[in-house]
């Protein structure tokens, strides 16, 4: 067996092994850690490459099977080839009939024993938990059966941008609420910007006499609405009269989706900006751009799109990228493709008009083979056409560099030259374009995230680098500084065009912050137990836009219980379920309930003492005051999912918890307490009665999300995961 490029493998018969004859079967098999076997992981399409009695290559064959076999040692199921998988069904399909009875039951089961509050406690609840919620004592609930009624005039003196009215109200009529002449009054009045009044702040209040909403700025406006939606109930369409004063922890209210390693529809991902606006989610980080595939169209660089959008077996690369992640040969399938132009500007709108910013990312300088491949065929083609200068333009390897390096996901050929000029010819190119786009849908690109992770050792061995180093005008004096180098010039690129660089925090703490713009963002990814706190607080404590997307939590590529049957990556989590993630406490890094144990399943001590420099200047330890971390983000990468269903049993219900985290502070929060010393949360500062409230706190939002969001996303469309009824999860949370 031999690796040919990244994951994709050959397996080449011996002699012995023979050759086939037509109609054969032969029976190849693996064996594997247990790890290995997890049912949904298995890479399906393996696909033979035969030669005829000439030695030339026939076209692909994909094997298929559906044999079941039960593995002799383990007892489990083993299913390696899945039908027809970009269409399949999820592995853990649950029948509807499971569906209904989970929605009409609302029960939480855990470890198979049913905890449930009555009903009329989450009567009036509402996801996320709004700051105060008081209900109108005397007063009868209001009918919205007859619809609403707008007072325009009190619109129009608020000066409230007709599209982002349209937006928010259609999430209204969709639940059988639309605009009418005779219903229930709904007025507007500004709200004014008194100090500190976060953005997307809202009151709210439902009385006899109508709706009165008040906002200082379009998102408080969608937010009340949002929460008007979610409250009316359903089957009489009535919502009891209440007063609403609401507004977010946080301003960064996060979902990252990579649409890179598997394609993922435009339609998928309209779907998923609905529900991020139900959930008063406010930015979708977009990636775009990885290894296996560049996913949006580049004025001017058709290559990109043409080869690097699709993977299929062509060895040469030349008219694609070879496949991956078991995307098997042919280019016709769902995980090809990508978003034209206009589709990426429908997306955009579509977002702004929910109050969703849209974070582009091609991630660089590594993860970039996808880019590499495509302007390497670029280059090839100008060349055989003569035109040198031209093929040189857009470059992003040293044809002569022998560096021998592997990415984390055995790459050896994913990384930009950072030493070139065509490198940053090519990245200002893409910057330059994508910002056009938002232009043009009319959201400003205001922030760009480069990506900036898991760079491994490239251009070492680079000529290029070697001048560069010799002669540049930066004052980079050593190859190890070239990484960096490359992060700070882009981050200045984009700050020269008035656009937050953004970067995954392994990047981001290699660069000199002193270098770097002050208003940078860094995605904490840190596992939070292997010191991830100390590289959190670092970042805060650099001034930047600190967003935590640490991986125990929020990592929505994970399974959501350690079984062989659930999807996904389990390298810092085997079973990471919604409870998990209602009880993060975000202000509290090092130390947060039962889900800080380190991944060996043993509560860790954290130890964050204050580093100071020569100058008396602190380099690591805890956040120094007043400053704190502005806000969260779930990710969804997507090596083993896809298909649009599979991605979306992914992300919900985990997506309601993450809106809760990242809206409302628990009272249960434990206050982030530096006490000098050796931290160890689980024994000091987690009192009983806080553990117990946010026991009680999560039976609640259990019983909430069965009783009333489910349902939602069942009318919605979303194949979301339906909670099982007990896990299979031993004490330790391990298989
Ligand atoms: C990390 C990689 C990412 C990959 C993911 C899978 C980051 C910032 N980088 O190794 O490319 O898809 O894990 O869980 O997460």
């Given amino acids: 067996i031999e690796r040919v490029k990244g994951d994709l493998h050959r397996l080449t018969p011996t002699d012995k092994f023979g050759g086939f004859k037509a109609g054969q079967v032969k029976t190849v098999r693996f064996r594997g850690e247990l790890w290995q076997l997890s049912e949904t992981d298995f890479m399906p399409n393996y696909y033979i490459v035969a030669k005829d009695a000439n030695g030339i290559e026939l076209a692909p064959q994909i094997i298929s099977s559906t044999r079941v076999e039960i593995d002799a040692d383990t007892g489990m199921e083993v299913r390696p080839y899945v039908e027809a998988f970009v269409d399949a069904k999820r592995q853990y399909q649950r029948t509807d009939k499971d569906k209904l009875v989970w929605a009409k039951s609302g029960v939480l089961f855990e ?151 598997n394609f993922h529809s435009k339609q998928f991902l309209l779907d998923l900006l609905d529900q991020m606006a139900a959930y008063k989610l406010n930015k979708l980080h977009l990636h775009m751009g990885d290894d296996e595939g560049w996913r949006l169209e580049i004025n001017g660089l058709p290559e990109l799109t043409d080869i690097g959008s699709n993977r299929c077996h062509d060895i040469t690369e030349s008219s694609c990228i070879l496949p991956q992640l078991g995307s098997g040969p042919f280019v016709d399938t769902k995980v090809n493709g990508y978003y034209t132009k206009a589709d990426y500007i429908d997306i955009i709108q579509y977002a702004d008009a929910r109050q969703i910013q849209v974070i582009p990312s091609m991630d660089m300088p590594g993860h970039s083979r996808a880019a590499i ?5 670029r280059y090839r083609n100008l060349m055989a056409k003569g035109d040198e200068q031209a093929a040189k333009e857009f470059l992003l390897t040293d044809p002569n560099d022998t560096t021998q390096y592997s990415s984390v996901q055995y790459y050896d050929d994913n990384t930009l030259n950072v030493c070139m000029e065509s490198t940053y010819h090519f990245v200002d190119k893409v910057i330059t374009e994508i910002a056009a786009l938002h232009t043009q849908a009319g959201q400003p690109l205001t922030t760009y995230h480069i990506g900036a992770d898991e760079t491994a050792g490239a251009w070492l061995e680079s000529p290029i680098c070697h001048d560069f180093i010799a002669n540049n005008q930066y004052g980079v004096t050593d190859i190890k500084l070239v990484g960096p180098y490359f992060i700070e010039r882009v981050a200045n690129m984009l ?109 860790f001590e954290a130890d964050d003492r204050p580093q100071v420099d020569e100058n008396g200047k602190q380099t690591s330890g805890p956040i120094v005051a007043g400053k704190t971390f502005d806000g969260i983000q779930g990710q969804l990468w997507s090596e083993t999912l896809r298909s649009d269903q599979t991605v979306e049993y992914m992300i919900y219900p985990r997506l309601l918890m993450l809106a809760e985290r990242a809206w409302n502070k628990p009272e249960w929060e434990v206050p982030y307490q530096y006490d000098g010393a050796v931290y160890n949360q689980s024994t000091q500062h987690f009192s009983v009665q806080m553990r117990q409230q946010q026991a009680t706190d999560w039976q609640k939002m259990a019983n909430h999300l069965g009783h009333k969001e489910l349902a939602k996303l069942d009318k919605a469309g979303i194949e979301y995961r339906v909670p099982t009824v007990g896990a299979i999860i031993d004490d330790k949370g391990v298989l």
């Fill in 111 to 261: 470890q198979n024993k049913a905890v449930s509050v009555a009903p009329a406690l989450i009567e009036n609840s509402l996801l996320p938990t709004p700051q105060t919620q008081v209900l109108l004592e005397n007063v009868k609930a209001v009918s919205l059966s007859q619809g609403i009624t707008l007072d325009t005039q009190s619109f129009t003196d608020a000066k409230l941008n007709a599209d982002d009215i349209q937006a928010a109200l259609a999430r209204l009529e969709r639940i059988g609420v639309p605009q009418s002449e005779n219903g229930v009054k709904v007025s507007f009045a500004a709200l004014s910007p008194v100090d500190n009044l976060k953005a997307g702040s809202y009151q709210l209040t439902v009385a006899d006499s109508g709706i009165v909403i008040k906002a200082s700025e379009p998102s408080g406006f969608s937010y009340a609405i949002a929460s008007i939606t979610s409250l009316v109930d359903v089957n009489d369409l009535t919502i009891n009269a209440m007063k609403i004063d609401d507004s977010p922890r946080y301003q960064y209210r996060g979902m990252h989706v990579d649409v890179s390693r």
């Fill in 373 to 377: 491949k495509s302007m390497d065929a």
């Fill in 495 to 603: 700050a020269e065009k008035g656009i937050q660089p953004a970067g995954w925090s392994d990047g981001m703490s290699h660069t000199n912050p002193d270098n770097m713009p002050s208003n940078s963002q860094s995605n904490v990814w840190d596992v939070v137990s292997h010191k991830g706190y100390q590289r959190a607080h670092q970042q805060v404590n650099n001034g930047w836009t600190t967003i935590l997307s640490n991986p125990e939590v929020l990592y929505f590529d994970f399974p959501y219980e350690a079984d062989p049957k659930e999807h996904g990556y389990y390298w810092a989590s085997r079973g990471l379920n919604s409870k998990h993630i209602f009880s993060f406490m975000p202000g509290n890094l090092p130390a947060n309930a039962e889900q800080w144990l380190d991944i060996e399943g043993n509560p």
